[in-house]
């Protein structure tokens, strides 16, 4: 099969075809014509049907009532059928069944006509719907807004799917915005236990490892080293990270994030990724904090 997929009649599609090559590599137009099929794929003793007919000839008010529609083709066609048209004009309407029915689809029509204001997403960061404060987050993310500060969200944010959410987008914000919600994201213990949360959130401060004036503000919290995913997850990571460069100026950030720790115990999780890094080959000439925790 080169294409599955759900049909306007609810019924599923199904598309192959036979070509004796292997590979595309060949650009004449020789691969075989004759032999494509197309399945249609329904329950046994039902009929497929479908009668709103074409959706562009709908006016735009009628395409927001079929964001009710039961058939899930014919709400993501309608959301498709705002992106094209570009009709602005019923944006605000498109916001009012957000606000009213937390509507996922108006959501995406809103953001496809350019609608989703800086006002508009911090209102919808505090829905009571996660779905649509999940879907914010990615959107944002998806433009690199830096309009918007997630860093509220990220400290009081109850649903992990969000949390992930906020994870992935932090990593393609700038430092200064992405951070802040690493800082967040780090204050929630519970996620300790999560099998994704710890290495979203780590993937998210590598990311911006780069910019050691951030990073060192954040680890310059006493606070940040008493969480239990920074002891467990992140801090031999961290270290790991700049040590294994072993360029100089690598291994001097892997020094100073040495003194920034506040106790021993926070050291030790240090060492284990500073002895990490060096596994299976000679370490370098090290900077005075590193030689005296090494």
């Known amino acids: 099969p080169v294409y599955a997929g759900v049909g306007p009649d609810g019924a599923i599609y199904m598309a192959d075809w036979y070509d004796t090559r292997l590979s595309h590599v060949s650009p004449l137009d020789d691969w075989h014509k004759e032999s494509g099929r197309v399945y249609r794929i329904i329950p046994s003793q039902t009929q497929p049907r479908y009668e709103l007919g074409d959706l562009k000839l709908l006016r735009s008010e009628e395409l927001v009532d079929l964001f009710d529609h039961p058939n899930k083709w014919v ?79 990220a400290e009081r944010e109850e649903d992990v799917q969000v949390r992930s ?31 994704h949360l ?34 467990e997850q992140i801090a031999s990571r961290l270290m790991q990270r700049y040590a294994t460069p072993a360029e100089p100026a690598d291994l001097q950030r892997a020094a100073e994030l040495v003194a920034l720790a506040p106790d021993q115990t926070a050291k030790d999780r240090l060492l284990v990724g500073l002895t990490r890094a060096f596994e299976g080959r000679a370490i370098p000439a090290l900077p005075a904090g590193l030689q005296e925790t090494f």
């Open 75 to 153: 709400r993501q066609r309608a959301v498709l059928e705002f992106g094209w048209r570009k009709d602005a004009s019923i944006t605000q309407r498109l916001a009012e069944y957000v606000d009213d029915k937390q509507s996922l689809e108006a959501l995406w029509a809103i953001h496809l006509l350019a609608g989703l204001t800086p006002g508009r997403a911090e209102q919808w960061l505090h829905s009571p719907s996660p779905d649509i404060r999940r879907w914010v987050v990615r959107l944002l993310g998806d433009r690199r807004d830096t309009q918007v500060d997630l860093s509220g969200l």
């Open 165 to 195: 959410q906020l994870a992935a987008t932090a990593k393609r914000l700038p430092a200064s915005l992405g951070l802040p919600v690493v800082r967040g994201l780090l204050k929630h213990d519970e996620d300790l236990q999560d099998p």
């Open 198 to 231: 710890p290495l979203m959130i780590w993937w998210a401060l590598e990311a911006h490892a780069d910019d050691w004036v951030q990073v060192k503000q954040l680890f310059a919290d006493a606070d940040i080293w008493a969480r239990p995913l920074v002891r």
